[in-house]
């Protein structure tokens, strides 16, 4: 089954203790991207990747690292998790970026405590 | 920086009746692209529409169908034979090519969302 699967579905933590949000696609898409959605905010996009060690900063960068070292994975790391950064997390993958459907994962509630 | 707006936070719909969602864009853009999600209380995010900006004709895909009126800057849904697992939370989105990146770069910004709720 096509899918991108995010994992961990909720997540936990303190603050500034290093954490990975794990992106995995099965599409062989080119296109992958971060966003996190905050009530009354909609969705703000995070960083983005065009291809294999192709990255750039979307909206709301600050505070997130990313890496694209193989085609399939997009990782998200908080190298020092704050509170303001407690949201409802979204990989989403494409095999453009005009392509006629953003493939979501299914979301990792992340709260920092 | 390009703004989507959806005006209405809340809407509910009677079972079987038509709805109709709200979206205006600001852009000085002459070609982008328009989409319409939806997001049930799964948390899924799952793609409901499409639109070019250089096709006149409006897209439609079953029940779901959009205005689009492009000098207005206003791409509104409309949801006929509600159903109630059509109850969610609707997000507009606006792609574009990006300003400051290089050649192939598009960004996807979305609006704050309208909850759609279809009552039995």
């Known amino acids: 089954e096509a899918q991108v699967t995010q994992n961990p579905r909720y997540l936990i933590t303190v603050t500034g203790k290093k954490l990975t949000v794990t992106c995995s696609q099965n599409?062989?898409?080119?296109?992958m991207s971060w966003y996190r959605q905050d009530p009354g905010l909609g969705l703000r996009q995070i960083y983005y990747?065009?291809?294999?060690?192709?990255?750039d900063k979307g909206d709301v960068p600050e505070g997130y690292k990313v890496s694209r070292k193989e085609k399939r994975n997009f990782p998200l790391i908080l190298e020092s998790p704050s509170p303001n950064q407690t949201s409802l997390y979204f990989c989403?993958?494409?095999?453009?970026?005009?392509?006629?459907?953003?493939?979501f994962g299914s979301g990792t509630r992340l709260t920092v405590v | 920086a390009q703004t989507v707006t959806q005006s209405q936070p809340e809407m509910s719909v009677q079972e079987a009746e038509t709805v109709t969602l709200s979206c205006t864009y600001d852009?000085?853009?002459?070609?982008?692209?328009l989409f319409w999600y939806k997001q049930p209380p799964s948390r899924q995010m799952i793609l409901v529409i499409r639109?070019?900006?250089?096709?006149?004709q409006n897209a439609t895909e079953n029940r779901f169908s959009v205005n689009f009126q492009k000098a207005a800057k206003s791409f509104s849904l409309k949801i006929s034979d509600s159903q109630l697992g059509d109850t969610a939370m609707y997000f507009c989105?606006?792609?574009?090519?990006?300003?400051?990146?290089?050649?192939?770069?598009?960004?996807?910004?979305f609006g704050k969302g309208t909850k759609l709720s279809v009552i039995p």
């Open positions: 989403a993958s494409s095999l453009s970026e005009t392509d006629y459907g953003y493939t």
């Open positions: 599409m062989n898409h080119e296109y």
């Open positions: 990747s065009m291809n294999v060690e192709v990255t």
């Open positions: 852009t000085s853009e002459n070609n982008y692209y």
């Open positions: 639109q070019e900006a250089y096709k006149q």
């Open positions: 989105a606006f792609m574009k090519l990006r300003a400051t990146s290089g050649a192939g770069s598009y960004q996807l910004t």
